[in-house]
């Protein structure tokens, strides 16, 4: 079973940028679309970004499209997601999860089946 462990979180301003990491162990996660998620105080579980298996292709919601990349390092077996001109409306725990299949761009959560802690990133004004 594959855990999955998120870090670089924390506050930044309105404009800042941060850098995401999720770490997966047990396993390798080579074979599989890797993506992250975020849910806001009061609101659903929201689709972010995923990467294919190979790096080759990358899906991203049109609300970070531009302002976050998602890039991943089989070797290291992890996935980083790049935050720049972060918006008080990117508050949010931010969550890494591993994909079914080998290039996953849908965005549904039903098309991941393994899920990191999460780790909150807080944007001030």
């Known amino acids: 079973q594959v855990q999955l462990a998120e870090s670089g979180g924390g506050l930044v301003q309105a404009g800042g940028s941060l850098r995401l990491s999720c770490e997966a162990s047990g396993r390798t996660v080579s074979s599989w679309t890797m993506g992250w998620f975020r849910q806001a105080p009061g609101k659903e579980r929201e689709f972010v970004a995923a990467?294919?298996?190979?790096?080759?292709?990358?899906y991203y919601a049109d609300s970070v499209k531009g302002r976050f990349t998602i890039s991943r390092d089989n070797a290291k077996n992890t996935v980083y997601l790049q935050m720049n001109s972060l918006k008080p409306e990117d508050t949010a725990v931010y969550y890494c999860a591993e994909g079914r299949t080998k290039d996953y761009g849908l965005g549904s959560s039903a098309g991941f089946g393994s899920w990191g802690q999460g780790t909150q990133v807080t944007v001030s004004s």
């Open positions: 990467v294919s298996w190979s790096g080759a292709n990358t």
